[in-house]
């Protein structure tokens, strides 16, 4: 059915999405990020 693939397809990771507070790393999360992995490694 299609709507069965809408649901499955768009609907559901907007939920997720909107649940998560997806959105993109700032850049200083992202330069943190890297100097943890830095020195671990």
Partial sequence: ????????LLVIP?????VK?????S???AVRKAKTLAVVE
């Fill in 21 to 25: 507070g997806w959105r993109l790393p």
């Fill in 14 to 18: 907007a939920i997720y999405a909107t």
């Fill in 1 to 8: 059915m299609v709507s069965s693939t809408v649901l499955t």
């Fill in 27 to 29: 850049a200083e999360s």
